[in-house]
């Protein structure tokens, strides 16, 4: 009698108008079939294997009412999906399973089945106001291409790790592929991703904020992918806060953390990047076309792993090139530290900076400064470079410490390339300077206490995710 309820629940089910199905439902509405196609156990694991093509006359497998499609390589559920805490879902061939509808995931592992590393793709989510909330769980070569096309619902990740992201899915391992607002990225391990960890396309409006997130190794390929690769594009603030980028520390195209507004249209929302850390990549931090940027307290270091300095390898780097009216990239720079790159801070095209601006007549911002330059530079003999103005425009960097013994204008001369060395060039306004005394080192002992450091030598709990300085160790701070 309760196997006739549940069958009898089960169509009734297919009937709705907006279903929510769990793995051990569409285990059992869409078995595998002889060949392997359907939803199987194994191992305590369910596991979606999808034909690369049908035989013929045959138009799908499952159910006519569009409930549940599996066809060639994608399974459809025009419903809400659940996966909960434990379960694990695994897909092989290269399956991709579309929700349109919400998608819930919790403490559980999504993954690849053995042998379809390379090929497995994940999620896909493109149906208007769908949302997905994923917390807690393991993501091992697969991901999420997300993306409603709406200004209603959003996709939410916390706590979660992404392993080996085979970019076959999409670029990113979680990537947006069209216009959404509200998103949140938090907490998140990126691991060896084979190109990046969090992505938009480039006509892509997102509203989203990607903080405290650890990315690892970013673009294994020899691609041009940075670890986090937004478009600033549309009407929405983008926020990139607190995040950590530990490139491989050897010659690659894999940048840190990228911003570009390609389409000409200047975004109206503002593009906050702060408090980031970003080491060992061909660059550290860049805004590409228009577009109003904060980069605040930022560590960029030794992002020199690039085979030519004319390719890249800056610490900080503005580029505009359109020469359109009122399209212009503005740059707010405070209190970063830029150390041990090809090049600190470069501005290249249609620019307006303020890395420091003490004047009265407030023309711009007011801005103390507090940027720290420290051992950038390339060359044989090695020339140091803290702040190259590749434009015709001025730009304000006073209040920073700059590379050189004696803080003062002939001195700093010596690390800047502007109007003095090209007249073609604009000028940098560096004066007056900060204080030599911001650069130097201190001494992190906790005296036998438990107290632990992050790379700034600022104290943390132990739930701390990120670099963790060891007693007695020698750190640079600001």
């Not at 006519?64 to 459809?76: A, C, E, G, R, S």
């Not at 090049?343 to 004047?359: F, K, M, P, R, S």
């Not at 700059?402 to 560096?430: H, P, R, S, T």
């Amino acid at each position: 009698m309760k196997k006739i309820f549940t069958l009898c629940f089960m169509a009734v089910a297919l009937m709705a108008s907006a279903n929510t199905y769990t793995l051990s439902q569409l285990a059992e509405l869409v078995p595998a079939l002889e060949d392997g196609t359907g939803v199987a156990v194994v191992d305590g694991a369910y596991v979606i294997n999808l034909p690369a093509s049908l035989p013929e006359g045959v138009s799908g497998l499952g159910y006519d009412n569009d409930n549940i499609v599996l066809t060639k390589n994608y399974f459809t559920i025009n419903g809400d999906l659940i996966i909960s805490e434990g379960e694990t879902l695994l897909f092989g061939g290269s399956s991709t399973m579309e929700v349109n509808g919400n998608l819930t995931i919790t403490n559980a592992t999504i993954g690849a089945a053995e042998g379809s590393e390379a090929k497995a793709k994940g999620f896909r989510m493109y149906m208007e106001g769908a949302s997905a909330t994923i917390t807690g769980s393991t993501f091992n070569y697969v991901g999420i291409n997300y993306g409603n096309g709406t200004e209603e619902g959003c996709l939410t990740v916390t706590g979660c790790t992404f392993n080996d992201h085979n970019s076959k899915g999409g670029n990113a391992a979680i990537n947006f592929t069209s216009l959404s607002k509200g998103n949140l990225v938090q907490d998140c391990v990126f691991e060896n991703p084979t190109l990046s960890s969090v992505a938009s396309g480039a006509n892509v409006a997102c509203g989203i904020t990607i903080k405290d997130n650890i990315i690892n190794k970013p673009n294994a390929s020899t691609r041009l992918y940075p670890g986090i690769n937004m478009s600033a594009t549309g009407p929405y603030d983008i926020i990139i806060d607190g995040n950590e980028v530990h490139g491989a520390a050897e010659t690659t195209r894999s940048g840190g953390i990228a911003l570009a507004c390609l389409l000409g249209n200047p975004p109206t929302g503002t593009l906050y990047v702060t408090n980031n850390f970003v080491e060992n990549c061909s660059y550290g931090i860049t805004l590409t076309g228009p577009g109003n940027v904060r980069m605040i307290g930022n560590t960029v270091l030794n992002n020199k792993y690039i085979s030519d300095p004319n390719l890249g390898g800056s610490g900080l780097n503005i580029t505009c090139n359109s020469s359109g009216e009122g399209i212009i990239a503005k740059a707010y720079m405070q209190g970063n530290h830029i150390e041990g790159n090809v090049w600190g801070i470069t501005v290249i095209g249609n620019v307006e900076i303020n890395a420091g601006y003490l004047e009265e007549a407030k023309e711009m911002e007011y801005n103390p400064g507090e940027n720290v330059f420290k051992d950038n530079g390339n060359g044989d003999p090695f020339v140091k470079y803290d702040f190259y103005n590749n434009t015709a425009a001025t730009s304000y960097a006073q209040g920073n410490t700059w590379n050189v013994e004696v803080q003062d204008f002939e001195n700093i001369a010596e690390v800047v390339v502007d109007k003095a060395d090209n007249e073609l060039l604009g000028e940098v306004i560096y004066m007056p300077a900060g204080s030599q005394t911001a650069i130097n080192t201190i001494n992190v002992d906790n005296n036998g206490s438990t107290q632990r450091y992050n790379i700034l030598g600022q104290p943390v709990d132990s739930n701390y995710r990120g670099i963790v300085i060891e007693k007695g160790k020698k750190i640079l701070v600001k």
